[in-house]
């Protein structure tokens, strides 16, 4: 993809549709479809790893091929102050310069108006940000975030938002609403790299009518795909998955629908039930860092010291090579000793069981059975899993 002389937007960016719902579930609203891409296909409902900074952390491109994982995501604010569009435009764009084939979605940087909050100042034209690194100001707004992803070169392009914070009153969150339409209509009218997507994201915090008010005008401007962001903030469940079936409403059901920074299972399981194709979350791999395994039976601490003689794989009848070649004893040994390994070896295993759960939920809906296989999945992962921090 080139990182020069994109289309405007309006005009189609690649042949065909962004989205083929393949097929709807007959009792929840979850769907199983295909996003298409310039740079491939993504079957949904999709699992995209974070990477940041131009990295999946601890992974190379190629375990994640093996992996099955299809889409990655990468960030505006973070690749734009390092290491900056002159090193990436010279090496032909994101794809080229971290050696990643597939397709990519880059979050516009609106969600570090949320995270960088002490460092940041916010204005009708955009947001002022002293760098988290050196304090140099740093100006981002609609028309900045839309170029810098146009230079980076990704498949789907995340427009300028605003991400209201939990709790956040009601005049607030009204005024992110507006923020984040007026900037999405800039948005709206950027040039693009060829064959680049773009999608609107859905505000309005907690309350209802602000969320279908955003999803409105962002549905009259017409984007590509649309986004339900300001979840997964600090708000307790109910209230996220409440903001998602109301973010839901009233969008294109042609269009793909994406859930921003939610990875908890059981979370993922009741936003596809409610009509949400992607979702994206760093918690295979920080989690993997802290020592902690994902498994079809709940969570535990692999670094824990009752492991220490422990033969067992990280988790029994898993197919991936860290469970074929290697014991809880093992992992445990390379992560407490702080060994690189330990953390590459525990990363592959998370996101091997995240790619698992996505490819098994499209099964089931294909099968027509996603409620049954919901319940069971839930059922063991809640009922049977690690107790006390024992790995059954």
Known sequence: MGVGGGIVAGQMTSAGRIFELVKRDSRTGARLGVVHTAHGDVATPAFMPVGTQGTV???????????????????????????GLEVIEASGGLHRFMGWSGPILTDSGGFQVFSLAKLRTITATGVEFQSHLDGTKIFLGPVEAMHIQKVLGSDIAMAFDECAPHP??????????????????????????????VFGIVQGGEHADLRERCAAGLVALGFDGYAIGGVSVGEPEDVLLAGVEHGVRGLPADRPRYLMGVGKVNQIFEAVARGVDMFDCVMPTRFARNGTAFTRRGSYPVKAGEYRLDQNPVEPGCACYTCRKFSRAYVRHMLNVNEILGVRLLTLHNLHFYMELMRAMRGALREDRFVEFKAEFLAQHASEGMHAGRAV
């Open 57 to 83: 952390k601890a992974m190379s491109p190629q375990e994640l091929t093996e992996l099955g994982v299809e889409i990655l995501l990468g960030n505006t604010y973070h690749l734009n102050i390092r290491p």
């Open 168 to 197: 956040c009153d009601r005049e607030s969150a009204c005024q992110a609403v507006e923020r984040t339409l007026a900037w999405a209509a800039v948005c709206r009218e950027q040039p693009r790299a060829a064959g680049q997507w």
